[in-house]
């Protein structure tokens, strides 16, 4: 695992006198210019870039690793096939069945949490009630309003969607923290009508889904739960599956292929945002707990090998603990999330 990590300091003068304490003295090793200082890394200065340039450094918000706007290839190279365009229609009969014959869920919600030791039990009830007490403080701090104006009244009316689609990632490991936080919201919210999807769901993951207040759990991910959620599935007998709705709004985290299936749905529904990979940047000073930093950095870290956590500090002690708290911790954790930690 990289901690990203660089110095701060008042080069220009600009900020002089917004700190009442002075600023900190400046390092023996730091050269005269006007730049930041990258600890363990090079200093990269700029060159002049022409329109031309710039425009081939643009990365895909879905997928950074992808140039929108990539070099002419050899003629010999294959072009990478785009991602088949989402259209409204029913999903294919492989999307029903593989969701409502999975051994772990079906139609018939809810779920049992029994499979749970008691400590996974209790942490599940207790994260459910301190997300469900702040989301329905939130919903109550949006009201409905009615004024008279001349000729006649003026206002907005809050109310809920009938359907809130809610995406979990599988990925190296469960994630029923993003079950919790987005399905006990839209329970807050006030919608009638709840889904979510997941791929090959973990027993916490369904335990979370039945703690939340779930209707139903398609174990499905990628782009084609998005298009599950968006457009519907139908009512299938023979599976002996019940109706899911078109959502009317989509939200939750999920990798490059998740991201771009909802940009594509987006206007025929609503999504929250388009997420990128997982990251933090942790600001910290001399009066810093390093065991506390090299944890936040961690938690982002063990996401997924392309997570970035970055630190940024105005003390060189700080950094070098934090990364020596960040190797004892990370060596602490199980598999998978250590090779994960380590790789991003």
């Given at each position: 695992m990289r901690v990203y990590c660089q110095y701060l300091f008042d080069c220009s003068g600009v900020a002089r006198g917004v700190f009442n304490d002075p600023p900190p003295p400046l390092p023996t090793h730091r050269n005269n210019t006007n730049q930041l200082l990258l600890h363990k890394f090079?200093?990269?200065?700029?060159?002049?870039?022409?329109?031309?340039?710039?425009?081939?450094?643009?990365?895909?918000p879905v997928d950074p690793t992808h140039s929108p706007?990539?070099?002419?290839?050899?003629?010999?190279?294959?072009?990478?096939p785009p991602l088949t365009t989402m259209t409204p229609s029913p999903p294919p009969p492989a999307i029903p069945k593989h969701s409502y014959q999975s051994p772990n869920a079906s139609a018939t919600f809810p779920l049992k949490t029994t499979r749970l030791?008691?400590?996974?039990?209790?942490?599940?009830?207790?994260i459910h009630q301190r997300v469900k007490v702040f989301?329905?403080?939130?919903?109550?701090?949006?009201?409905?309003?009615?004024?008279?104006?001349?000729?006649?009244?003026?206002?907005?009316?809050?109310?809920?969607?009938?359907?809130?689609?809610?995406?979990?990632?599988?990925g190296?490991?469960?994630?029923?923290?993003?079950?919790?936080?987005?399905?006990?919201?839209?329970?807050?919210?006030?919608?009638?009508?709840?889904?979510?999807?997941?791929?090959?769901?973990?027993?916490?993951?369904?335990?979370?889904?039945?703690?939340?207040?779930?209707?139903i759990v398609l174990c499905v991910g990628g782009a084609q739960a998005i298009g599950c959620m968006a457009y519907g599935i139908e009512a299938c007998d023979e599976l002996g599956a019940a109706e899911v709705p078109a959502c009317d709004v989509i939200v939750g985290p999920g990798n490059k292929w998740v991201t771009a299936a909802k940009s594509l749905v987006n206007g025929y529904c609503g999504i929250d945002m388009l997420a990128g990979p997982s990251e933090v940047l942790v600001i910290a000073d001399h009066t810093a707990d390093v065991e506390i930093v090299a944890a936040d950095l961690i938690a982002q870290a063990e996401h997924d090998v392309v997570a970035r956590a970055i630190l940024v500090s105005t003390d060189v002690d700080v950094i070098a603990k934090v990364n020596a708290e960040?190797?004892?911790?990370?060596?602490?954790?199980?598999?998978?999330?250590?090779?994960?930690?380590?790789?991003a």
């Open positions: 090079k200093i990269h200065h700029a060159n002049p870039r022409t329109s031309a340039d710039i425009s081939l450094e643009i990365k895909d706007n990539p070099k002419p290839s050899s003629p010999n190279s294959a072009p990478t030791v008691p400590k996974e039990k209790q942490t599940l009830l207790n989301a329905e403080a939130q919903r109550k701090s949006v009201v409905d309003v009615s004024i008279e104006i001349p000729g006649g009244r003026a206002g907005h009316t809050v109310s809920p969607c009938r359907a809130a689609g809610c995406y979990a990632p599988g190296r490991y469960p994630l029923p923290s993003s079950v919790l936080m987005t399905v006990v919201t839209a329970r807050a919210a006030g919608c009638p009508y709840v889904v979510l999807a997941s791929p090959r769901p973990a027993p916490i993951t369904l335990a979370a889904a039945h703690v939340a207040g779930a209707d960040v190797e004892r911790q990370v060596d602490c954790l199980p598999e998978p999330n250590r090779s994960t930690a380590k790789e």
